[in-house]
């Protein structure tokens, strides 16, 4: 379908059906100092001539450093990536209903489920979720599924030094289910857990590695005290990281049941912050 631009009519109409004078005020929460107000291009341009006046003027930004973290990071992408996501078996794969062009989607899948099972050292991987904070409270669901209890008498145990925005969608998501969560506070000198002495009537540990602090949990023994408890271990991880630290599938004498993370350090763009995706992975044994 061809591009065809509104009318002046028609731009009009839809200006007065969101309550509105003109296209400006659309962007009026933009500060002034931050808008262009006359690009003053010269007229005719071709579009390389246009892309190198454009290249030209960007080169007077100041580049700056991104440390917000909390989940987000920008990370090097490397030139592979995008040479891979742009082969035409994987970025035309969307059409399921079609045999000739599903098989893209196919070989996507897994190969994404082998590379998720290898990292985390466990037996199963979905594919996949909609980002890694939702994708931990649908690992709180599954374990209180699991453990046979709903939020009436089970809850979750939730390490205080677990990403705040991870907290605030659990929060959300299981607090309106009347799921109850309760904090697992950590040493304030050693920025690490500390163990409760009982497990209440938890279905599950949480268990961040790293936590929001950047530092190593001791995964062994926090997986073993909940194994130990009669709990499911849930282990929030870094793919990325996942090739230097040891896989949640061999933590403590068990391993844990479900890993659950952000995949946006696998090598996708910060693009303000989301939505990425999450990947789950569990204990073949858990799988319905």
């Known amino acids: 379908m061809p591009y065809i631009p509104h009318d002046g009519l028609e731009t009009a109409a ?6 509105v004078d003109s296209l400006d005020q ?5 500060p002034p100092n931050l808008q262009v107000q006359d690009m003053a291009l010269p007229e005719g341009l071709s579009e390389m001539a246009l892309r190198r006046e454009l290249e030209g003027r960007a080169l007077s930004n100041a580049p700056l450093r991104c440390f917000a973290g909390g989940g987000a990071y920008a990370h090097h992408i490397p ?4 040479e ?5 078996e994987f970025y035309s794969a969307y059409t399921p209903y079609q045999p000739e062009a599903s098989q893209g989607t196919l070989q996507v899948v897994y190969e994404y489920q082998s590379f998720i099972t290898r990292l985390t050292g466990l037996e199963v991987s979905n594919a996949s979720l909609y980002d890694g904070a939702s994708g931990l409270a649908e690992a709180c669901l599954m374990a209180l599924r699991i453990q046979g209890g ?4 089970k809850s979750i145990l939730v390490p205080e030094n677990l990403l705040p925005g991870w907290r605030r969608v659990l929060d959300s998501i299981l607090g309106l289910q009347q799921i109850r969560l309760v904090t ?6 050693a920025g690490t857990l500390v163990l409760p002495a009982e497990a209440g009537d938890a279905a599950a540990l949480i268990i961040p590695q790293s936590n929001a602090l950047g530092l190593l949990e001791s995964v062994d023994v926090l997986t073993d005290w909940a194994h130990g408890h009669g709990l499911l271990a849930i282990a929030v991880v870094n793919p990325l990281a996942l090739a230097l630290l040891k896989a949640p599938g061999d933590w403590g004498t068990q391993g844990a049941d479900m890993a659950v993370g952000e995949g946006q350090p696998l090598g996708i ?5 989301g939505p990425y ?3 789950l992975a569990c204990r073949k044994a858990h799988v319905r």
Do not use: H, K, N, S
């Not at 659309?26 to 933009?30: A, C, G, K, T, V």
């Not at 891979?84 to 035409?88: C, L, N, T």
């Not at 697992?184 to 000198?189: S, T």
């Open 79 to 82: 030139a592979i990536v995008w």
């Open 184 to 189: 697992v506070p950590y040493d304030r000198v």
């Open 26 to 30: 659309l962007f009026d929460e933009i």
């Open 269 to 273: 763009p910060l693009t303000g912050g």
């Open 150 to 153: 709903q939020g009436d008498d």
């Open 277 to 279: 995706f999450g990947f």
């Open 14 to 19: 839809m200006l007065a059906a969101v309550g």
């Open 84 to 88: 891979i996501a742009g082969r035409g």
